[in-house]
């Protein structure tokens, strides 16, 4: 399995900009779909969005479309969220996540299809 590591996590005001980066170990990083997903306390995790091996296509929940923009990056072995006008209701740890299906047998997106999970980076959205 690759090993995942999150960073980028803050405060910030509402309006406000992050991004948050994942590391990814290991040689095989370009042949995963990697996807982010958030947890509020008491609540299940929620899918975020998701990218292709290729990074052709992304995914993205309805509530943060238009805002937030994945990417990555197989030369750093790095996958980005660029999270733009952040609202008070962004506020939660965001995870990382890999899988080795390919996002074309995904319908629907869950944390159940991803094998490999970072430790976490929480965002904080003030009003």
């Known amino acids: 399995q690759v090993q995942l590591v999150e960073s980028g996590g803050g405060l910030v005001q509402a309006g406000g900009s992050l991004r948050l980066s994942c590391a990814a170990s290991g040689r095989t990083f370009s042949s995963y779909t990697m996807g982010w997903f958030r947890q509020a306390p008491g609540k299940e995790r929620e899918f975020v969005a998701a990218?292709?091996?290729?990074?052709?296509?992304?995914y993205y929940v309805d509530s943060v479309k238009g805002r937030f923009t994945i990417s990555r990056d197989s030369a750093k072995n790095t996958v980005y969220l660029q999270m733009n006008s952040l609202k008070p209701e962004d506020t939660t740890v965001y995870y990382c996540?890999?899988?080795?299906?390919?996002?074309?047998?995904?319908?629907?997106?869950?944390?159940?299809?991803?094998?490999?999970w970072g430790q976490g980076t929480r965002v904080t959205v003030s009003s």
């Open positions: 996540a890999a899988t080795r299906s390919s996002d074309l047998y995904i319908t629907v997106w869950s944390s159940a299809d991803f094998s490999s």
């Open positions: 990218i292709s091996w290729g990074g052709v296509r992304t």
